[in-house]
């Protein structure tokens, strides 16, 4: 079992019950192949240094979990064929650090 | 002229003596690294107000003979930056 982290780009024009589906989704898939989902992060609403795919703004979803390998085949299988995502990336970890949280500060100075 | 200058360079000085302008500093040219130490900031793609340090006007990476930073450091810096990319942070 190793610690992995997986953060998700939403499109821009979703509605708020849709995201939550998405947030849902890839939490049942991480609990059915036997991983352990440690924390879930939402960033909100950012904005892009570039433009992806004529998008210039979008949702992220960022998960921190602890799965094997066939875990990742299937987040990787579902959110290519995903038409609500705009990109995902994951990365191994030996140590998960799940006390700082680098996007809070950005989002308070908006409020 | 020249042997008299280095025979006075050589002589005990005062400490005051080095505030002058004239002085040359050795610490001017060699620094040490800012990535590496005790306590050092921690290099993630998540920490993007130290990523956006060490990257251009344009969005490339700096070398580090501008930078100072260690040669270890400096390969870690540039797989996070790319990580980085890859999300549209920078």
């Known amino acids: 079992m190793n610690f992995y982290e997986h953060t998700l780009i939403a499109k821009q024009d979703l509605s708020s019950p849709e995201l939550e589906t998405i947030e849902k989704k890839y939490k049942d898939i991480i609990t059915k192949t036997e991983g352990k989902v440690i924390k879930i992060e939402k960033w909100g609403l950012l904005n892009f240094a570039k433009k992806i795919k004529a998008y210039n703004k979008g949702f992220y979803i960022h998960y921190k979990f602890q799965a094997e390998n066939k875990t990742l085949e299937e987040i990787k299988k579902n959110s290519i064929i995903d038409n609500s995502l705009l990109r995902h990336l994951t990365i191994k970890y030996k140590k998960l650090d799940t006390e700082t949280e680098y996007f809070k500060e950005i989002n308070e100075k908006k409020k | ?90």
Do not use: H, W
């Open chain 2, 1 to 90: 002229m020249k042997r008299k200058n280095n025979k006075f360079n050589k002589r005990p000085q005062n400490p005051l003596n080095k505030l002058s302008l004239f002085q040359k500093s050795d610490s001017r040219f060699s620094k040490k690294c800012p990535l590496s130490g005790k306590e050092a900031p921690v290099i993630d793609y998540k920490n993007l107000k130290l990523l956006k340090r060490y990257i251009s006007d344009t969005d490339k990476i700096m070398p580090s003979r501008i930078t100072s930073v260690s040669q270890n450091k400096q390969r870690k810096l540039t797989s996070e930056i790319k990580k980085a990319k890859i999300l549209g942070f920078i």
